[in-house]
């Protein structure tokens, strides 16, 4: 999978460039972050919405326009897959595989600028209190 996602991220890399009228990719990168958010957003619902209906087929094809979005939104904000597979990995270290962070092991960093400047604040993770999980 990681192979197909790679290649995904890729071709999406070299079509950013290309003519907006004749290249999907282009032209989400043309229209900017939030476009590419709210396109990311509406197949995650489409997703959703098949699952909940037993749509399988639905759901596979609707995944991969979840993963083509997703793969466009990390290029415009310059994450690579393998920045997105170490976290996974330093997830299984802590966690195991198949568990997400907790929330309620989250605590906010003091606010600095960033939190002044009307911006989230960072969550870090109290590593302390968590132990992995097999």
Same mark, same amino acid.
């Given at each position: 999978?990681?192979?197909?996602?790679?290649?995904?991220?890729?071709? =999406?890399?070299?079509?950013?460039?290309?003519?907006?009228? &004749?290249?999907?990719?282009?032209?989400?990168?043309?229209?900017? $972050?939030?476009?590419?958010?709210?396109?990311?957003?509406?197949?995650?619902?489409?997703?959703?919405?098949?699952?909940?209906?037993?749509?399988?087929?639905? =759901? =596979?094809?609707? $995944?991969?326009?979840?993963?083509?979005?997703? &793969? =466009?939104?990390?290029?415009?904000?310059?994450?690579?897959?393998?920045?997105?597979?170490?976290?996974?990995?330093?997830?299984?270290?802590?966690?195991?595989?198949?568990?997400?962070?907790?929330?309620?092991?989250?605590?906010?960093?003091?606010?600095?600028?960033?939190?002044?400047?009307?911006?989230?604040?960072?969550?870090?993770?109290? &590593?302390?209190?968590?132990?992995?999980?097999?």
């Amino acid at each position: 999978m990681t192979d197909s996602l790679d290649r995904l991220y890729q071709a =999406v890399l070299a079509a950013r460039d290309l003519d907006p009228a &004749t290249s999907r990719t282009a032209r989400l990168f043309q229209h900017g $972050s939030g476009k590419m958010a709210k396109k990311l957003a509406e197949e995650a619902i489409e997703v959703v919405i098949d699952a909940v209906n037993g749509n399988r087929e639905a =759901v =596979v094809r609707e $995944s991969a326009d979840l993963l083509y979005n997703l &793969t =466009v939104l990390w290029a415009a904000a310059g994450v690579r897959p393998d920045d997105v597979w170490a976290e996974m990995g330093r997830r299984e270290n802590l966690l195991g595989i198949a568990e997400k962070l907790p929330k309620s092991r989250l605590k906010l960093v003091k606010p600095g600028p960033a939190a002044r400047a009307g911006r989230r604040p960072i969550a870090a993770a109290d &590593t302390r209190a968590l132990r992995k999980r097999h």
